[in-house]
């Protein structure tokens, strides 16, 4: 038995749209992830270079 055409066609147009919506979310996840790993190494490096290489810099004698 076959469904009304206009049902159908009304199923696909909402599945599209939510697998669009679905689409751009995993987009803007992925572009936030990304933006931050790029700031966290940022912020480690500026970290690890704060850190002195030697006992002199501490001013130990």
């Not at 055409?5 to 992830?33: C, E, I, V, W």
Request: with cysteine; proline share 3%; charged share 20%.
């Amino acid at each position: 038995m076959q469904c009304c055409p206009l049902l159908r066609m009304s199923q696909d147009a909402s599945a599209r749209s939510r697998d669009a919506g679905h689409d751009a979310a995993r987009a803007l996840y992925a572009f936030a992830t990304h933006l931050a790993a790029r700031l966290g190494w940022y912020r480690l490096e500026q970290m690890l270079n704060a850190i002195p290489d030697n006992n002199d810099d501490f001013m130990i004698f």
